[in-house]
């Protein structure tokens, strides 16, 4: 995967995180007040703003759609009714009954977590709608296992860096094994690490347009100072 070595990634990885940390300060993720909440952001969130997914929550409780009985129970047309503002909100409709039902047939959502973190995700990938992003949304903001989400934000900060030899056309594998096979198994830190990425991909290392003069990182990006990735 690379031409570095594990202890020379540890050392980049752990000062990516420390500057991220102190420009941007804990991120306070994932913003929910339950497990239950969470799986159902992380379902909603796929393919839009969190802003649209907050609104969709918001209905849920509102039409007292608020636990997996509720959500098995809705008719799935009037529960894609109830989440219109997630967008794409029939197939949503359709994962969120298939996850409901999946946890119903399971008896629980403890049931579910006591397997070890492999189990886990291999089984949450069995479920309709639910892909490695978010089933390690749910790992680590749910379950609270270390399991690093991956998603186009992360993809955009470590390309740009360039501190590894990534190949063409690198699967998500790729990059969560990055993370995960140089820093501690630690959830509290995966979930902080990858907010903090998130945050800065949205406000500093945009997409079209990146901030480069006001990025903590700079320094140490191949884009952002004009050489070649590694």
């Avoid at 630690?186 to 903090?196: C, G, M, S």
């Amino acid at each position: 995967m690379t031409d570095r070595t594990s202890d020379s990634l540890n050392l980049i990885l752990t000062e990516l995180y420390r500057r991220l940390y102190d420009a941007h300060g804990p991120q306070h993720w994932w913003p929910a007040e339950s497990r239950f909440e969470v799986i159902v952001g992380a379902i909603l969130t796929q393919s839009t703003a969190w802003v649209n997914v907050e609104k969709a929550l918001s209905a849920m409780r509102a039409a007292e759609c608020w636990s997996f009985e509720a959500i098995s129970s809705m008719a799935e047309a009037d529960l894609a009714s109830v989440i219109r503002s997630s967008g794409y909100y029939n197939a949503k409709a359709r994962k969120l009954q298939a996850f409901a039902n999946h946890i119903l047939s399971r008896g629980d959502l403890d049931a579910l977590f006591a397997q070890d973190t492999s189990s886990l995700r291999s089984e949450l990938l069995t479920i309709h709608g639910i892909g490695e992003e978010t089933a390690d949304d749910i790992i680590v903001y749910a379950a609270e296992r270390p399991s690093f989400v991956i998603d186009s934000y992360t993809r955009r900060i470590i390309d740009r860096l360039g501190i590894v030899s990534q190949g063409t056309n690198p699967r998500y594998g790729w990059y969560q094994a990055l993370f995960q096979e140089n820093l501690p198994p630690d959830a509290q830190l995966f979930n902080e690490y990858h907010a903090l990425l998130d945050h800065h991909a949205k406000y500093i290392c945009l997409k079209h347009d990146p901030r480069c003069a006001d990025c903590c990182l700079l320094d140490l990006c191949a884009a952002g100072s004009g050489r070649e990735p590694n």
